[in-house]
Structure formats: C-alpha cells, structure tokens
C-alpha cells in the first residue's frame, strides 16, 4: 500500500515537472520577443503550486480516511517481532499501538487556538454572523 | 444460528462505544482483544464495564464474553428492547459518555426509551449533557426522529469527582430515518448559553457570562447566558462551575463549546474570568470550523445518514474530528458504506476554514424491532 502511493506520488512530480518544461519553452519565448514581462515569470511555479495543493486536499482526504485499515493489522505486527529472533522489529507503528488504546473520547480538540484578540482572526468568521455580510 | 454473520475483530478499548453501538445496530458480533495489554493495569475499566453494562440493560438477549484480566471482549448483540430503565453511571466519566451512545441506539428501539441517568452531568472530557440537549436533539428532529417524546431533562446536576447528578430522557422510536439534505449552515442568528454553579457561590456564574458576553458581544448583539445555581440536594456531590454555549443559525445549526472548573483537589484554581473568556474563545474557534454539525455531533449525524431510507443525504461538516474519521472506517466495515467526501474551500475569506461536503445513499435501515401497528 506505501509503495503505491510513493510511486502515485512520483507520478504526480513526474507530471508536475514534465508541465514545467513545456512552460519553460514557453516563457523562453516570451522573454525573446516582448519586454521582461515580470508576472508572468513564476506562472510555472504558481500553477504547479496550485495543483499540488488541489492534489493534496482532494484525494487525500478519502485516502486518509478509508485508505489505511486499521482493522487487525496487528498480527502482521506480531509476526515480524518473532522473525529476528535476537533483533527485534520495534517499527509496527507506535502510533497506532497508541491510539488503540487511547481516550475514546467524541470531542475534538482545539490544537493550536487563533489568537482572537486580533482583530483579522475575528474578520475571519465575521460573515458566519448575521451582523456580518449577506451574498446575494 | 446457522446465519450468524461473519464477526468483526478490532485491538485496543479505543472507540469501544463506536463498536459496540454499531454491532448492535448491524447486528454483526465484534470481537476486541489486546484492551490495554501492555498498560500496567491492563482490561477493561470500570467505565467501559458500566458501558457494557448499560448496552445489556437497553437490549435483550446479548452475549457478553470478557476473558478473566479483561484484555479481550466478545459482543454478540441482542435486539433493542429499551423501556423504562435506570442506569448508574460510573463518576469516571460523565454521562454524556453513555448518553451519546443513547442517542445513536434509542430511535432504534422496541418500545420506546425512558431512561434515568445519574453520575456527572458535566466534566473536562466528554460532551456535557447541556450541550447534547441543545445540539443533538434538534439534530434527531431534524430526520424525523421527534415528537414530545424527545426530551432530554436535568434534574440534578452533578460536578466529578463524586457525581450526584440525575438526567431523564426519552426518546420516541421511528420506523425509518429520513434522509436529508443539510448544505448550507445559514449565519448565527443568536448565541445562548448556560453558565452553572453547584456547592459555589452563585456569583461566579455572574462572573464568568460577564467575561463570555465581552468577547461574543463583538460579533452578535443576541447574547444570553442563562446562570443555573442549583441547590440542595439538586447540586450534587462535589463543588464546581462551568459554561457551555451553543450559536444558533437562521437554518437551525447549532455549534457549541464548553468548560468546566478542575474537579475538586485536582490542578489550580480556575477563575472565572477566565473560563468564561477561554469558552467564548472555543465557541469562535468551532465557528470558525463551522459546517451544519458541531463537531462532538458528527458521528451521529453520519450514522442517521447511513441509517437512513435509501435515497441521497448530503451534508457539510467542518474539519473531521480523528473521532469521526474512525467513525467513517467502522461504518464501512459494519454497514459497507462509503461517503463521498469533497473538500470545499472557503471560496469567501471571512467564513471560516474549509468545509468538508459529505454525500451517501442511506442503506434503508429500518426497525425491525418496532411491532407494526
């Protein structure tokens, strides 16, 4: 499952970077006939920037929520443990033994809270009011 | 029974409340080994067997195996019997631990559930029973599940470590659940709260609305903090004080946050002020996240979803707690469902963070312990 995903994620450098050399091309271009035309310089990296982003979100979050099973995969655990006989195989993920055994608890917590003395953390929800702006 | 489905085997007491409820629901045995094996006081802790307990009271004809350091449980469920019951809560942790499993079962029931809890109504852990009052019962009504039966009443109120509160609540049983469509939250309209005081001077309640109202009072005019001071035996076992407060849409969503003091002999004195502040502070915090659902609610809004009628139910959450994620993984492996999750990005800057638009078809779950009249 890990190696799928590198090698997903490798495709999507491949391509991110195969796009960058046709824009390459492209600025080369540009840069021969008109004047340096500045904003359009990091058009590349903007645009690329923009799709990972999109790449990130997206997927990643049904990936995150149904890609890894976490139903009993314990026993793979176990078995690697028995295989070094004198070494032993600690890597079947701490975490996860963490977490199986953690607060069952439905709250979520606020990690890392806003300071909501500022007045532009506060315009960040201002229009969740109905004092705040109304779209058409 | 020759027809017994294949059970389902999970490591660890984490989400136990999860399995058990939608084992019971799915009607598929779960089997969980390993619970703190490695921990120092290893099985199962009072809490969770009191858990177990209440889930044997509501149904009839369960089967409970617990290996002898309880490190390994086997459920196989019965049906869903409800009544008129009682249930001791263990102090260890608040009723809204055992009450939020109420909510997913009681629909679901053959007779209709009346059930007296008591234990500690409101602590730093779990959903407070204020808060489920005001943000998961509008949240049932909203699939159809209501009628005057759905009451969720506090009668005592009870501080940890020792308890001594009392709640009632009924709820009346449905056939099916509605599907529904929840898009679009609507803008907060008002915010309520309820800031109570038990075995305290009753003038801390007025200190800490006063700090609450200081910041929400920037955003909304609407504000009002009810002060709860209950007294005699209504108060409880043990000191304490604590806010909670609930901003309500034009689209009737509900968002809440709460805080409650350090229970007593544990950690600093907390003031007022600044549990007042801090909740309000919170309260932002989950606007912020936003979305149709609360974020303690989210599971439960995703279960009626499945549960519901076999038709398209949408609706948008804010960020998915790591509670509701595992939630979303145990109803794939219970029910075979999967959502369809789009992540929205706030497209205006001043809503709040991203939204997350969840979409599945209901599986047409339907009661089938409820006699037909």
């Known amino acids: 499952n890990l190696e799928s995903k590198s090698v997903k994620e490798e495709d999507g450098i491949e391509s991110l970077l195969k796009e960058e050399d046709e824009y390459k091309e492209a600025a080369d271009f540009s840069a021969d006939t008109a004047g340096a035309l500045k904003w359009k310089e990091d058009l590349t990296q903007k645009a690329a920037e923009a799709f990972l982003r999109q790449q990130q979100s997206a997927p990643n979050l049904r990936k995150l929520v149904y890609g890894a099973v976490a139903e009993d995969e314990e026993d793979e655990g176990e078995a690697g443990e028995e295989l070094g006989g004198l070494f032993r195989v600690s890597r079947p993920d701490k975490e996860s033994k963490r977490k199986a055994d953690a607060l069952d608890c439905s709250k979520f917590p606020v990690e890392d809270p806003q300071n909501w003395d500022l007045d532009e953390v506060m315009d960040s929800i201002r229009d969740c009011f109905v004092t705040g702006n109304w779209e058409a | 029974?020759?027809?017994?489905?294949?059970?389902?085997?999970?490591?660890?007491?984490?989400?136990?409340?999860?399995?058990?409820?939608?084992?019971?629901?799915?009607?598929?045995?779960?089997?969980?080994?390993?619970?703190?094996?490695?921990?120092?006081?290893?099985?199962?802790?009072?809490?969770?067997?009191?858990?177990?307990?209440?889930?044997?009271?509501?149904?009839?004809?369960?089967?409970?195996?617990?290996?002898?350091?309880?490190?390994?449980?086997?459920?196989?469920?019965?049906?869903?019997?409800?009544?008129?019951?009682?249930?001791?809560?263990?102090?260890?942790?608040?009723?809204?631990?055992?009450?939020?499993?109420?909510?997913?079962?009681?629909?679901?029931?053959?007779?209709?559930?009346?059930?007296?809890?008591?234990?500690?109504?409101?602590?730093?852990?779990?959903?407070?029973?204020?808060?489920?009052?005001?943000?998961?019962?509008?949240?049932l009504k909203r699939f159809g599940i209501d009628g005057e039966e759905l009451e969720l009443k506090i009668t005592r109120r009870g501080m940890p470590p020792k308890?001594?509160?009392?709640?009632?609540?009924?709820?009346?049983?449905?056939?099916?659940?509605?599907?529904?469509?929840?898009?679009?939250?609507?803008?907060?309209?008002?915010?309520?709260?309820?800031?109570?005081?038990?075995?305290?001077?009753?003038?801390?309640?007025?200190?800490?609305?006063?700090?609450?109202?200081?910041i929400l009072n920037k955003f909304l005019p609407d504000i009002y903090i009810y002060t709860d001071h209950m007294k005699g035996t209504s108060s409880g076992k043990s000191p304490g004080f604590g806010l909670s407060l609930v901003a309500e849409t034009t689209n009737g969503v509900f968002l809440s946050a709460e805080l409650a003091s350090n229970p007593q002999g544990e950690g600093v004195a907390v003031l007022p002020e600044d549990l007042g502040t801090n909740c309000a502070k919170l309260l932002l915090e989950e606007i912020y996240r936003g979305g149709c659902v609360d974020s303690t609610?989210?599971?439960?809004?995703?279960l009626l979803m499945t549960l519901g009628q076999q038709d398209v139910s949408k609706v948008l959450l804010g960020t998915l707690s790591p509670y509701t994620i595992e939630f979303l993984r145990h109803l794939r492996s219970y029910f075979q469902i999967m959502f369809k999750i789009e992540v929205k990005p706030s497209d205006e800057e001043r809503k709040g963070g991203e939204k997350v638009l969840m979409t599945c078809v209901g599986t047409g779950f339907s009661n089938l312990s409820k006699t037909v009249k």
């Open chain 2, 163 to 214: 308890g001594g509160g009392e709640v009632i609540f009924t709820c009346p049983v449905k056939k099916a659940v509605k599907p529904v469509q929840f898009t679009d939250p609507g803008k907060i309209k008002r915010i309520r709260g309820v800031a109570y005081s038990v075995r305290v001077s009753p003038q801390i309640a007025n200190r800490i609305v006063d700090s609450a109202r200081n």
């Open chain 2, 1 to 139: 029974m020759a027809s017994q489905p294949h059970s389902l085997s999970y490591v660890g007491c984490n989400f136990l409340r999860q399995r058990l409820v939608l084992s019971t629901l799915s009607g598929r045995p779960v089997k969980i080994r390993r619970i703190r094996a490695k921990d120092d006081n290893p099985g199962l802790r009072d809490f969770e067997a009191n858990f177990i307990r209440l889930i044997d009271k509501i149904t009839n004809g369960s089967r409970i195996e617990i290996n002898q350091t309880g490190t390994t449980l086997y459920y196989q469920p019965g049906l869903l019997y409800g009544g008129s019951l009682e249930h001791d809560c263990s102090p260890n942790r608040s009723i809204g631990y055992y009450l939020e499993s109420l909510l997913c079962l009681a629909p679901f029931m053959k007779h209709s559930l009346r059930i007296i809890l008591r234990g500690v109504t409101n602590d730093q852990v779990d959903p407070s029973v204020d808060v489920l009052k005001a943000t998961a019962l509008p949240l």
């Open chain 2, 297 to 302: 609610n989210q599971s439960l809004v995703l």
